[in-house]
T-cell receptor, first 114, second 115 residues
Framework: AQTVTQSQPEMSVQEAETVTLSCTYD???????LFWYKQPPSRQMILVIR??????QNATENRFSVNFQKAAKSFSLKISDSQLGDAAMYFC???????????FGAGTRLTVKP | DSGVTQTPKHLITATGQRVTLRCSPR?????VYWYQQSLDQGLQFLIQ???????AKGNILERFSAQQFPDLHSELNLSSLELGDSALYFC??????????????FGPGTRLTVL
């Protein structure tokens, strides 16, 4: 079964600095998607960025980028120029293209200090 | 307020019983997702419905079932309840069919306690 591991329960970053959130996953499949979601106190699960496993190029969305290492099964999220509004719970997720099952990591709580 | 409503907020019941949790998605959203969140298991995806049809299935037990009705509200039925089923059950909705491609809006959750 696929598992997603986020080894950092909490992270802290200074406003305007850069922070990297870690995520590793375990799978025997070759066709899948990876996602990073942001969950603010309002409890939306906001899609931040997604990566198709067959694409070698790392996905980028404005200040958010990923470092996708398929062989190492690693999918880290880099947030550049951190803003106060980035403070939230961040979840890494894996979705199988075989059965659409979605697996979430335990989450990383990010604090942004002014 | 995400626009997703869930009832009831709290539910206390005994082992072996059956309960039904209800969810109304945001206006215009066709997908409904059910999740279970417990302290030891984290957030577990259970099942997704899109426009009345089952779209994706996760780690959902055979004792659990769900459906989405023509008005797009959804119900999650939990039967033969066990102590380990105690958890927070979230419903979420999104506009599209492809899971993960869209922001999901979570409801406030139903806290189920099985005694």
């Amino acid at each position: 079964a696929q598992t997603v591991t986020q080894s950092q329960p909490e992270m802290s970053v200074q406003e305007a600095e850069t922070v990297t959130l870690s995520c590793t996953y375990d799978t025997s499949e070759s066709d899948y998607y990876l996602f990073w979601y942001k969950q603010p106190p309002s409890r939306q699960m906001i899609l931040v960025i997604r990566q198709e496993a067959y694409k070698q190029q790392n996905a980028t969305e404005n200040r958010f980028s990923v470092n996708f290492q398929k062989a190492a099964k690693s999918f880290s999220l880099k947030i550049s120029d951190s803003q106060l509004g980035d403070a939230a719970m961040y979840f890494c997720a894996y979705r199988s293209n075989n059965n659409n099952d979605m697996r979430f990591g335990a989450g990383t709580r990010l604090t942004v200090k002014p | 307020d995400s626009g997703v409503t869930q009832t009831p907020k709290h539910l206390i019941t005994a082992t072996g019983q059956r309960v039904t949790l209800r969810c109304s998605p945001r206006s215009g959203d066709l997908s409904v997702y059910w999740y279970q969140q417990s302290l030891d298991q984290g957030l577990q995806f259970l099942i997704q419905y899109y426009n009345g049809e089952e779209r994706a299935k996760g780690n959902i037990l055979e004792r659990f079932s769900a459906q989405q009705f023509p008005d797009l509200h959804s119900e999650l039925n939990l039967s033969s309840l066990e102590l380990g089923d105690s958890a927070l059950y979230f419903c979420a909705s999104s506009v599209g069919r492809e899971q993960g491609a869209y922001t999901q809006y979570f409801g406030p959750g139903t806290r189920l306690t099985v005694l």
